[in-house]
């Protein structure tokens, strides 16, 4: 079945840029929209943006001049850029899939286990 | 955006007692709404979709309804493992949007 996994720095400095990866096993990355979620200590879920396999994007508004995310068929992998980071930036960062195929509008039925990204210097 | 507003934030249930949470949307969103469970350190986990479709695997106790901008889940009869924190998601239209979750415990 088809399994997700953040890898990345779990301490970055003030300023500096939160880079994440998700690595695709057990499926293809193929015809997905791969969606970042965050949440912040003891807060709500964020929804950060998505990316098709084909490389379309659509960031959240309000993050979308500090993210970038890129998608790499080759490895079934797909990544997270946030920059000039701050304390407010401290969060849980998942990975998800919707359930569907090719649509954005699905409900995500697979997550990674997420990982911890903390802003300090 | 469209802003998702859960209520209760927080409640406490006896076990077999019926547990319903509600989800309100700023605007309509048809029945683009999805609920999920979430347990501490855990990912979330899809419950309810497109309203009042059961995922597979979750079990019957869990329902939901709605349209428009009203709708509920309900645990028929709450067992100790349904402690846990519920969100509700709207998938209409983007940026997704998340309700700040409703944390449930045993009384």
């Known amino acids: ?18 880079s994440l990866t998700c690595t695709v ?14 949440q912040p200590p003891g807060r709500g879920l964020e929804w950060i943006g998505y990316i098709y396999y084909s490389g379309t994007t659509n960031y959240n508004p309000s993050l979308e001049s500090r993210v970038t ?9 797909f990544s997270l850029r946030l920059s000039s980071v701050t304390a407010a930036d401290t969060a849980v960062y998942y990975c998800a899939r919707p359930s569907r195929l090719a649509t954005s509008a699905a409900p995500f039925d697979i997550w990674g286990q997420g990982t911890l990204v903390t802003v300090s210097s | 955006d469209i802003q998702m507003t859960q ?11 019926r547990v319903t949470i509600t989800c309100r949307a700023s605007q309509s969103i048809s029945k683009y709404l999805n609920w999920y469970q979430q347990k501490p350190g855990k990912a979330p986990k899809l419950l ?3 309203a009042s479709s059961l995922q597979s695997g ?11 901008t009203d709708f509920t ?22 940026p997704q949007t ?3 979750g409703t944390k449930l415990d045993i009384k």
Do not use: H
Not at chain 1, 3 to 17: A, F, N, R
Not at chain 2, 7 to 17: F, H, K, Y
Not at chain 2, 58 to 68: D, E, I, K, M, T
């Open chain 2, 58 to 68: 979750v079990p019957s106790r869990f329902s939901g309804s709605g349209s428009g």
């Open chain 2, 98 to 100: 998340f309700g700040q």
């Open chain 1, 25 to 38: 096993s057990g499926g293809s990355i193929s015809s997905y929209y791969w969606s970042w979620v965050r």
């Open chain 2, 48 to 50: 309810i979709y497109a």
């Open chain 2, 73 to 94: 889940l309900t645990i028929s009869s709450l067992q100790p493992d349904d402690v846990a924190s519920y969100s509700c998601q709207q998938t209409f239209i983007t």
């Open chain 1, 1 to 18: 079945q088809v399994q997700l996994q953040e890898s990345g720095p779990g301490l970055v400095k003030p300023s500096e840029t939160l």
């Open chain 2, 7 to 17: 209520s209760p934030s927080s409640l406490s249930a006896s076990v077999g007692d």
């Open chain 1, 69 to 77: 995310m890129s998608v790499d068929t080759s490895t079934n992998q």
